[in-house]
């Protein structure tokens, strides 16, 4: 099955202005907040039959443990154990012992901690800690202990043999539990907190969703001044200035991909000169989103080379167009099977090569999980927060994109949202009208944009007056 492109029309218009109130510090969570996550992180635990859940975390692998007590690990490792009855254990190295204060719950005395010095960095001071083994069995676990582990990811019974006994956090920890409780009685428990179908980061509370959009305004607002003042014949480091990085901590590397590393998946900048008529991808990720754009160094058509003059008509134009269809489909209770294939039939693999899931969950980790996938029988549901992160190549067009994050909000979750912050939802609505009004999208009601460039797709780099909008079998271009 192919589509019909045929119907172009070209269309100016403003891009949205809503820009980061001035003063407006990053969210922070509750005390409040936190002990109900851990409330019901110790219900999913009881319900697992769980006496224990040890949640590790370290600088990559940060999220799980930063969503249950708003502490990352700076250079170290750290350890949270929960257990049945008493305030939760957190055990940090040297120098992430006084970082601990970042915790709204350890400021408030609601998280213990201990100084493990195994979890230092090498030739630092390590002869002030009780043994792992004692900590273990000083919280209780015992040979009729059962024990979950969290770290990063979970697998499958195609993977393993027995998946929930494959473990990823070090060997070291999984040990020593394991010669406490017993093998059988170590589990793999990542899907508590990662589920697409129960996990706890996969349903948004109303103070997430006010945290994901300040992340995906700076991220989006950094991509609009980037457009805005793209320029060839400079270094990438000189360009990508124009992000005006914040200092806010990123969830991947600020990415750039253009004239002197096209051969480099997943690229950052390298020092090399931008050119004009190379195709080019960069992307802006803080904790709680990413946005990418795709595109052209070029001015228009003219720039580019022979074999992609069309570009636009044969590539960006049907891909626009796929993701509004898509859009049109992100509604409660569509299963992720239904949204793959409208990408699987809008953009076929053999023209667009879109490899991986088209549309995730995304978290303070880039790539939580997702529900979207062949034969999903998972289904959208409120409080996902989703990234539209569709991903095609081709040897002679480059790619295009317009990825960046979404809640999807049932009339609850929203009514919530505008009575506990009226200004995030009336920037949300704004976000929505635009979408609808000016780039035609049937876009479900359910649906709220967090970016402040909100499908916005440029096509040509070097104009940024210019963006491609498709509706329905129109193509539209935006005026800035």
Same mark, same amino acid.
């Given at each position: ?7 172009? +029309? ?31 992180? +110790? ?96 919280? *209780? ?191 409660? *209770? ?76 049932? +009339? ?17 609505? +704004? ?50």
């Amino acid at each position: 099955m192919r589509m019909d492109y045929s119907r172009i +029309r070209l269309k100016e218009t403003e891009w949205p202005e809503i820009g980061i109130p001035a003063g407006l510090p990053v969210p922070e969570p509750t005390v409040a907040e936190l002990g109900e996550r851990l409330i019901r992180c +110790r219900r999913l635990m009881a319900a697992s039959g769980l006496t224990h859940l040890v949640v590790y975390g370290d600088k990559e692998h940060f999220a799980n443990l930063m969503y249950l007590t708003h502490f990352d690990p700076r250079f170290e490792e750290a350890l949270l154990i929960i257990n049945e009855g008493d305030s939760p254990l957190i055990l940090v190295g040297n120098e992430c012992e006084g970082h601990l204060n970042a915790s709204p719950l350890h400021r408030q005395g609601k998280l213990r901690h201990e100084r493990f010095q195994s979890f230092s960095l090498m030739g630092q001071p390590r002869d002030k800690s009780r043994p792992l083994k004692v900590i273990f069995q000083g919280e *209780g676990m015992s040979k009729d202990s059962k024990v979950g582990c969290v770290g990063w990811k979970y697998f499958t019974g195609i993977e393993f043999d027995h998946p929930e006994q494959v473990i990823e956090i070090p060997s070291f920890i999984v040990d020593i539990l394991r010669s406490i409780c017993g093998y059988a009685n170590v589990l793999n428990s990542n899907d508590l907190l990662m589920s697409p179908r129960y996990g706890l980061r996969s349903r948004c509370s109303v103070q997430e969703i006010v945290f994901f959009e300040y992340s995906n305004m700076m991220g989006s607002e950094g991509m609009k001044n980037l457009l805005k003042n793209f320029r060839a014949d400079v270094p990438d480091f000189e360009l990508l200035q124009e992000y005006r990085y914040t200092g806010y901590p990123l969830s991947c590397h600020i990415g750039m991909k253009s004239s002197g590393n096209q051969h480099i998946s997943l690229s950052s900048a390298m020092g090399t000169l931008i050119k004009r008529g190379e195709p080019c991808s960069t992307s802006i990720a803080y904790w709680g989103s990413n946005i990418c754009r795709a595109g052209w160094v070029a001015e228009n058509e003219e720039d580019l080379p022979q074999q992609a003059k069309a570009y636009v008509q044969d590539f960006a134009a049907p891909y626009f167009q796929a993701c509004a269809i898509w859009y049109e489909k992100l509604r409660l *209770g569509t299963t992720g099977q239904v949204l793959q294939e409208i990408i699987d039939v809008c953009l076929p693999f053999s023209d667009f090569g879109v490899y991986l899931n088209p549309g995730h969950l995304i978290h303070y980790d880039e790539w939580m999980h997702s529900p979207v996938y062949r034969n999903s029988t998972d289904e959208i549901c409120s409080g996902m927060y989703m990234q539209v992160d569709i991903i095609p190549r081709s040897p002679r067009y480059g790619s295009c994109r317009m990825e960046e994050g979404v809640i999807i909000a049932d +009339r609850m979750l929203q009514k919530s949202l505008k009575e506990q912050y009226p200004e995030v939802y009336a920037r949300c609505m +704004r976000r929505r009208d635009f979408m609808i009004t000016e780039l035609g999208f049937d876009l479900p009601e359910e649906v709220l944009p967090l970016s402040n460039m909100p499908a916005i797709v440029p096509p040509f780099f070097l104009n940024h007056f210019f963006a491609i909008l498709v509706a329905f079998s129109n193509l539209f271009v935006v005026r800035s």
